[in-house]
């Protein structure tokens, strides 16, 4: 490949590829190693710039996944250039153009940021099935409808996210869908850590888990009264819990359409919760979304704590509530 023109090469979306063409290019000239290329022999001082052995591997070194900068691939194809004619070396007319190489490194970084578009999408869409956004609301419904808590079913699954989401690497460079992911993971580890902790086997209904209510086991008196309001709040954080990762999946689907696909689940619409009965007897489906402030924060769920406090202070719910939005108007 030493004079073939580098115009015949298609752009590959391995960074792995340019660096490769770097290192034909130091090869065609003749500079086998990187002191070669350096113009100078060990201790020999020079006037001229040089790019140190360390400066040269780790720019070209397989072990780094990223290409070059800009600014390296100009002064490393010039050097190699000149490096060529102090030697009397023919390189190809493709080989000593070097805003050509730059034209290069732009397709390969474009290719590199599609390849990592679609593997972010891959596991958005893998994580959408993992989470069965589509039976949503059913799940919802056989936890936040009376007896409240967690089929086996719905318990593993959600199990099995929380697992495969710490495992999951999500690239970089799409920052509001890794954020996104990061919250609705944070709000599924409080949401089961919180229930497996708070919770029982039923005796009434078969592969179902119900929440305690410890005031059963005192007779009337402030003991009992004491883990009555426990019991209540506990009710209210579960419901909560299941609302706040209603809207962090929302979150989630809003970031995968704004970086990675406009498209991504919109013949779905927002998943939603069932719950209720409400004082009138009837259930309700509702949509839960962040506010406008909050979903522009890093991480909108203000985590497990705070979220606590906000239910036992009454001064506080107010603002709590409006931190999420009920998009469907059943609230």
Not at 12 to 31: E, N
Not at 135 to 141: G, L, P
Not at 228 to 243: C, H, K, P, S
């Amino acid at each position: 490949m030493g004079t073939e023109s580098a115009r015949e090469l298609d752009p590959q979306a391995d960074p792995q590829w340019f660096i490769g063409q770097l290192r034909r290019l130091m090869t065609a000239c003749g500079a086998g190693t990187a002191t070669r290329l350096g113009g100078r022999k060990k201790n020999q001082p020079t006037d001229k710039e040089v790019f140190s052995h360390s400066t040269i591997s780790r720019a070209l070194s397989p072990f780094i996944q990223s290409t070059p900068t800009a600014d390296f691939t100009r002064r490393f194809v010039e050097r190699c250039t000149e490096y060529a004619d102090e030697h009397a070396i023919v390189l190809s007319s493709a080989d000593r153009d070097v805003e050509y190489w730059l034209e290069l490194l732009a397709a390969v970084d474009e290719e590199i940021k599609e390849a990592a578009r679609l593997a972010t999408l891959d596991l958005a869409m893998l994580w959408s099935e993992l989470a069965d956004l589509d039976d949503w609301r059913k799940s919802s419904e056989t936890s936040l409808i009376p007896p409240l808590g967690m089929s086996f079913t719905v318990q593993d699954r959600l199990t099995a996210l929380r697992l495969w989401m710490a495992e999951a690497e999500w690239p970089k460079p799409f920052s509001k869908v890794a954020s996104a992911i990061g919250n609705f993971h944070h709000v599924l580890g409080d949401l089961l850590d919180f229930f497996t902790s708070n919770s029982t086997y039923s005796t009434q209904f078969d592969e179902y888990y119900v929440l305690l209510d410890h005031s059963l086991r005192f007779d009337y008196g402030p003991e009992r009264l004491r883990a009555e309001r426990e019991y209540l709040l506990n009710i209210d954080l579960f419901v909560r819990l299941w609302f706040e990762l209603t809207a962090a999946g929302n979150h989630v689907c809003d970031a995968v359409r704004d970086e990675l696909d406009g498209a991504f689940r919109l013949g779905k619409g927002r998943i939603a919760t069932i719950h209720g009965p409400d004082s009138m007897g009837r259930c309700q489906i509702t949509r839960w979304v962040y506010s406008a402030d909050t979903r522009h924060h890093a991480h909108p769920y203000p985590g497990f704590e705070a979220l606590r406090e906000a239910l036992r202070v009454p001064t506080s719910g107010g603002r709590e509530r409006e931190r999420l939005i009920d998009e469907s108007g059943a609230f």
